[in-house]
């Protein structure tokens, strides 16, 4: 058969929400939607920024996908901009790989396990301390109580000079003052004045002079919207986060992924003629030309294979009539450079690798069948959900780690559906 050769195909698809009874149970090692990064060691792992409009990315998707002969555990964190403005572009995606050591992490689940009390002597221990911590604090905050005043005293003493000083300025100064703009005002700008003085809470002048000779000048009114915004053309970001450094509560749902293989290996041609068979046994009176029948039955086979869908697009109707053979399926993994369903030709070569130069192979593909179950957490418009058409992840071949690495990024594709 043709599919003999063909490297397997693993399909992922939603399983169960995942909630506070599973959590214990999530880490690095488990393959989910959405949520938070669960990082290989303490040390939280920090969401992407999006190189396009600089807002923090969002976790997509959690894969967990050793390699073999590997001494490596080898997660992929994807992520995904959900600002509008950055949609169906390849840097509103991020993979990110991170590897950690087999020994290393058995090593330190060990140490943790170790330097952890039991539960009894911990709270005991914690009780005694925090008694202890209240009496001191208590003692230290009346001590400082006390003996605050007479430094604010001493303190004020001191500065007596200065203060009088400043509050005969302040006694000066007059902000209606008729010649405020005059140069005397301005070479003593103790006697108070609009010029020179950041503090004064509105500038005021008076002009001498004929009443026809008084020209008015209307105080320009600001605008109400970003101008700057309106001439580029760019969609408000409704969910907008733009300090990167803050940390944003949105999420996407959390749920786990099942994991099945694609087996499209099915003798079709066999089926039917086992079919055929029961057939001419049950009805022997309808018998035909069973040669005559073959030889037609595959003229009109090759003319179907041949044939090019209504819409002229061969990439498109491949990629929807695989999808509908195992529907459901949300992504599909294989490190296999010929398993990605693409909806069109790619339009540039993927590079190598650009940390240590190796091959770069496809490994995942996101389909658009996971927009519906990326549910933004908290959402303010129910509707609201992302756009793309595929997304295509190729990595080093060699998944090139050393012990220093905090993590890698690979190489993303995206392609929008074509209206």
């Known amino acids: 058969m ?104 058995i090593n330190e689940r060990t140490a943790t396990q170790t330097e952890i009390p039991s539960t009894t002597s911990w709270l005991s221990s914690a009780d005694d301390w925090g008694d202890e911590g209240n009496d001191n604090a208590s003692e230290k905050n009346g001590n400082v109580l006390k003996n605050e005043p007479s430094k604010k005293l001493n303190l004020f003493m001191k500065s007596t000079d200065l203060d009088d000083e400043l509050r005969e300025d302040l006694s000066n ?21 609009a010029v020179g003085r950041l503090d004064s809470p509105q500038a005021s002048a008076e002009i001498e002079g004929e009443e026809s000779e008084v020209v008015c000048i209307d105080t320009p009114m600001q605008p109400q ?8 053309g760019v969609t ?43 057939y001419q046994r049950c009805n022997p009176d309808n018998q035909v030309d069973t040669n005559a029948k ?9 003319k179907y294979e041949k044939n090019i869908p209504i819409h002229g697009d061969e990439s498109f109707h491949n990629f929807i009539s695989r999808i509908q053979q195992n529907p459901g399926q949300l992504l599909r993994y294989c490190r296999d450079n010929t398993a990605p369903l693409v909806l069109y030709p790619l339009a540039s070569i993927v590079g190598p690798c650009k940390y240590c130069g190796a091959e770069r192979i496809f490994e995942v593909q996101v389909l658009p069948t996971i927009i519906p ?20 992840i190729y990595t080093c071949l060699v998944s090139c780690w050393s012990s220093t690495d905090s993590f890698k990024e690979e190489y993303v594709i995206v392609q929008a559906e074509r209206l």
């Open 236 to 278: 408000p970001h409704p969910f907008q986060h733009s300090d990167v450094n803050s940390s944003s509560n949105l999420a996407f749902a959390e749920a786990f992924i099942g994991v099945d293989e694609e087996d499209l290996c099915v003798d079709i041609s066999q089926h039917v003629r086992d079919l055929f068979l029961e």
């Open 2 to 105: 043709a599919c003999k050769n063909r490297s397997k195909v693993y399909l992922g698809f939603e399983d169960e929400f995942i909630t506070e009874k599973h959590r214990s149970l999530v880490n690095f090692a488990t393959n989910k939607l959405g949520g938070i990064p669960d990082s290989h060691n303490d040390t939280p792992l920090v969401s992407p920024v999006c190189k396009l409009c600089g807002l923090n990315q969002i976790l997509a998707l959690q894969l967990y996908v050793p390699l073999e002969n590997s001494k490596y555990h080898r997660t992929l964190y994807i992520f995904t901009c959900i600002n509008p403005n950055c949609w169906n572009q390849n840097e509103s995606w991020t993979c990110l790989r991170i590897q950690s050591s087999e020994e290393k992490t």
């Open 173 to 193: 100064l007059c902000v209606n003052d008729p010649n405020a703009n005059s140069p005397a005002s301005i070479e003593s700008p103790g006697s108070g004045g």
């Open 225 to 232: 919207c970003n101008l700057m915004e309106l001439l580029h």
């Open 373 to 392: 179950k990326l549910k933004l957490q908290p959402c303010r418009e129910q509707n609201f959900e992302i756009e793309f058409g595929t997304v295509l």
């Open 294 to 302: 073959s030889n037609e039955t595959n003229a009109i086979d090759e």
